[in-house]
């Protein structure tokens, strides 16, 4: 609900929260890496790359309506 709500007042900056959230994440996971590398075969990559999906789906069906925000999480 919180997300909704978000996304309601302002897209854009939910979609900039989400990606901060998704890149702070990966970087946690990198940096608890000895050599500083993820395993995309790693079950905590699998989980966040779960997340990720579940945030783009969350952004609805209507691509014309969501352009700007996708576009946003592809740069």
Known sequence: MLLH???????MAATRAII???I????????MNPDE??????EEYGAL??????FAWSFGPDS???RD??????K
């Open 5 to 11: 709500k978000c996304r309601e007042l302002d897209k």
């Open 20 to 22: 901060k959230a998704l």
């Open 24 to 31: 702070d994440t990966y970087e946690e996971m990198r940096r």
């Open 37 to 42: 590398v993820v395993d995309p075969d790693s």
């Open 49 to 54: 790359k779960e997340l990720a999906k579940r």
């Open 64 to 66: 014309v309506r969501n």
């Open 69 to 74: 925000a996708v576009a946003l999480v592809h």
